[in-house]
């Protein structure tokens, strides 16, 4: 049937599912063990949604069920992509997938700290970042002592690591 004759109120439009963190292309979906649980948590949690939604309005129930298909959709697709690297079993003595780095930056007052992690699990609040993140690929391969030369608002600025843990 033409849509010219479907009520208006029946036409259901296509709901908005937000995307994932970004991964480049061709690039491995490298994840630590914690952020394989949360990426497995998060499914549980969608499935457990998916079983519980309330059946009162069928359009509602229909575009709330068609979102969280969506996510768990784009979810399966990351697990799937998933490579495990555990941060225990990087090198120590140099800054890798899961090694929490502290640093400082030449014209900054004191330290920072944050681990690099998986782009699911990159969380600035919790001073984790993306293994993607332009400063996790300047420090990655330095070791404790290097001066590493990063671009940053423009001018070049010089980080120097202080600490490299695994935890």
């Not at 993306?130 to 002592?145: C, D, E, N, Q, Y």
Request: net charge neutral.
């Amino acid at each position: 049937m033409s849509r010219g004759f479907v009520k208006e109120g029946d036409q259901e439009e296509t709901p908005i599912i937000p995307p994932r963190a970004a991964l480049p292309g061709g690039v491995t979906n490298y994840v630590t063990p914690t952020g394989m649980e949360l990426l497995q948590a998060e499914r549980k949690q969608l499935e457990t949604e998916r079983s519980t939604l309330p059946t009162v309005n069928e359009q509602q129930r229909r575009v709330e069920l068609a979102v969280i298909n969506g996510k768990l959709d784009l979810l399966m697709e990351r697990i799937a992509s998933a490579r495990i690297l555990d941060p225990l079993k990087q090198p120590k003595d140099e800054v890798r997938f899961g090694a929490t780095v502290t640093y400082k930056i030449s014209s900054a007052p004191k330290p920072q700290t944050f681990q690099i992690v998986g782009v699911d699990e990159a969380n600035i609040a919790n001073r984790k970042i993306a293994f993607v993140a332009p400063i996790a690929s300047a420090l990655t391969g330095h070791k404790v002592g290097e001066l590493v030369p990063f671009k940053l608002d423009g001018e070049q600025r010089m980080l120097e690591i202080l600490n490299i843990e695994y935890k």
